[in-house]
């Protein structure tokens, strides 16, 4: 991979809330109801709440010299990525509460979103589109569109 250019992280905050909280307190049950026993039930939950955030927790956009890669988690999978020369445009769009946040198919194509609803859509040449989660959809362009045209 090249030097980026461009990186921005979109954290998922109401998982980085709700996961946490919850752990804390099905935890807390489980240790009233299940007693002292069954410990590799009363690890799981928390083992699979710390695995959500490493792996679902952020959505990180890079951009840089010949791609486009996105990916989701602390260690930078699942990733996608796609070849600025098979790019055919891009532009700012929005998403809806009914597209929500993650990895979705959508009647529009794929969206990868963690917040809020701006978004880019990307147009690949083979018709295909993705629509990309950003705090910044403006900014992004401005380092996106430059190295399309110029293939």
């Given at each position: 991979?090249?030097?980026?250019?461009?990186?921005?992280?979109?954290?998922?905050?109401?998982?980085?809330?709700?996961?946490?909280?919850?752990?804390?307190?099905?935890?807390?049950?489980?240790?009233?109801?299940?007693?002292?026993?069954l410990i590799a039930i009363?690890?799981?939950?928390?083992?699979?709440?710390?695995?959500?955030?490493?792996?679902?927790?952020?959505?990180?956009?890079?951009?840089?010299?010949?791609?486009?890669?996105?990916?989701?988690?602390?260690?930078?999978?699942?990733?996608?990525?796609?070849a600025l020369s098979d790019?055919?445009?891009?532009?700012?769009?929005?998403?809806?509460?009914?597209?929500?946040?993650?990895?979705?198919?959508?009647?529009?194509?794929?969206?990868?979103?963690?917040?809020?609803?701006?978004?880019?859509?990307?147009?690949?040449?083979?018709?295909?589109?993705?629509?990309?989660?950003?705090?910044?959809?403006?900014?992004?362009?401005?380092?996106?569109?430059?190295?399309?045209?110029?293939?």
């Amino acid at each position: 991979m090249s030097n980026p250019v461009y990186i921005e992280k979109q954290w998922l905050k109401l998982l980085w809330i709700i996961l946490p909280v919850s752990t804390v307190l099905l935890f807390a049950v489980q240790m009233k109801y299940l007693g002292q026993g069954l410990i590799a039930i009363k690890l799981a939950l928390p083992l699979v709440s710390v695995l959500t955030l490493v792996f679902l927790g952020c959505l990180t956009t890079v951009v840089d010299a010949s791609h486009l890669r996105w990916y989701f988690g602390l260690v930078g999978f699942p990733s996608w990525k796609i070849a600025l020369s098979d790019i055919a445009s891009v532009e700012a769009t929005t998403t809806s509460m009914m597209d929500g946040y993650g990895i979705r198919f959508t009647s529009k194509g794929m969206l990868y979103n963690a917040a809020g609803k701006a978004a880019i859509l990307v147009v690949l040449r083979n018709g295909r589109s993705i629509r990309l989660g950003t705090q910044d959809p403006q900014r992004l362009l401005s380092y996106l569109t430059p190295r399309l045209t110029a293939r």
